[in-house]
C-alpha cells in the first residue's frame, strides 16, 4: 500500500463504485474494476490483482444482492441451489486459473459475446416480458448445469463478464424478466465470488488493505444500481445489458490484438 498514492487509490475507489453500479444493474462490472486494477497496480503479479478484483467484488455484489431479495419478485431457493453449483465450479476455475492462457479462450468468448448481441438486438422483447411463473425442474436443473457448474467456473477462470452471462442465461432458460434475472444473478454471484475467494486467500494472493477501501466504493455503487434497477425496470437494465454487452467484446478484441 505504501507504494500507491494517493491519487491512485482514490480512482481506484471510483473505479469499483462505477463498477458496483454496473454490476448490479446487468453484471459486466470486472469489465471495469479488473483493468482500473492492472493499471494502478502495473508491478504487481496478476494473481495478486485478481484475488484483490475478488475481494472487492463480493462486497458490490453483496449489497446488491441483499436489495434485490427485499423487493424484486426472487425464488430464493432457485438462486441458492445455482449458486452453490456455481460456488463449487468458481473454487475449480480458480484453481485451474494460474495455468490457462486466456487468450486461448478470448476469442471463443468475443464470439459467443457477438452472437448474444445480435440475439438480444433482433428480439426486442427478449427479457422486457413479465416473468412466466414457476420453472419446471427440468429447467432449473439446467440452470444449475450452466448458469451454476459452467458459468462459475469461467467466473473463477477469467471473471469478467459473469454477470451479464448469469443474467442472459436466466432469461433464456428460466424465462424470467430482466429485473428478475439480475436479482437471482446477483445472487449467484456472492457464491461465485465466495468460491474464488477462498482459492486466493488461502494462495496469499489479496491485498486486503487496498481491497478494504475500494470495498466500501463499491459497496455503495452495488446499492445504488440495484435500486435504480428495480424502479426504472426491464427496459433500463436491457438497455444497459447492449452497452455492457458491445464495451465486453470491445475490450476483449483489444486484449487480443491490440494490447
Do not use: E
Not at 15 to 20: F, I
Not at 192 to 200: E, K
Not at 209 to 224: D, K, S, V, Y
Amino acid at each position: 500500500m505504501h507504494d500507491i498514492s494517493a491519487t491512485t487509490l482514490l480512482l481506484l475507489c471510483l473505479a469499483a463504485a462505477a463498477a458496483g453500479w454496473i454490476d448490479a444493474v446487468v453484471g459486466g462490472g470486472g469489465l471495469l474494476q479488473l483493468p482500473a486494477l492492472l493499471v494502478g497496480l502495473p508491478h504487481v503479479a496478476p494473481a495478486y490483482v485478481l484475488g484483490t478484483n475478488k475481494a472487492v467484488s463480493i462486497v458490490g455484489t453483496s449489497a446488491a444482492a441483499i436489495t434485490y431479495t427485499r423487493k424484486a419478485p426472487l425464488d430464493v431457493r432457485t438462486a441458492v441451489r445455482i449458486g452453490l453449483a456455481a460456488a463449487g465450479g468458481s473454487l475449480a476455475g480458480a484453481f485451474f486459473a494460474a495455468g490457462i492462457d486466456s487468450a486461448v479462450l478470448r476469442p471463443l468468448i468475443m464470439v459467443v459475446l457477438l452472437a448474444v448481441l445480435a440475439f438480444v438486438l433482433l428480439r426486442p422483447a427478449f427479457g422486457t416480458a413479465p416473468a412466466t411463473g414457476p420453472a419446471t425442474r427440468a429447467r432449473v436443473l439446467t440452470a444449475i448445469l450452466v448458469a451454476g457448474l459452467g458459468i462459475g467456473f469461467y467466473d473463477g477462470l477469467i471473471g469478467p463478464g459473469t454477470g451479464t452471462f448469469l443474467v442472459l442465461t436466466l432469461v433464456a432458460i428460466l424465462h424470467m424478466d430482466m429485473v428478475t434475472a439480475s436479482a437471482t444473478a446477483k445472487v449467484v454471484n456472492v457464491c461465485t465470488n465466495a468460491g474464488a475467494l477462498i482459492t486466493f486467500s488461502a494462495q496469499g494472493t489479496v491485498l486486503w488493505q487496498l481491497a478494504a477501501p475500494m470495498a466500501l466504493f463499491n459497496l455503495i455503487g452495488g446499492a445504488t444500481g440495484a435500486r435504480m434497477a428495480l424502479k426504472r425496470g426491464s427496459g433500463f437494465v436491457r438497455v444497459v445489458l447492449v452497452v455492457v454487452v458491445v464495451a465486453l467484446v470491445a475490450k476483449l478484441g483489444y486484449d487480443q490484438w491490440g494490447g
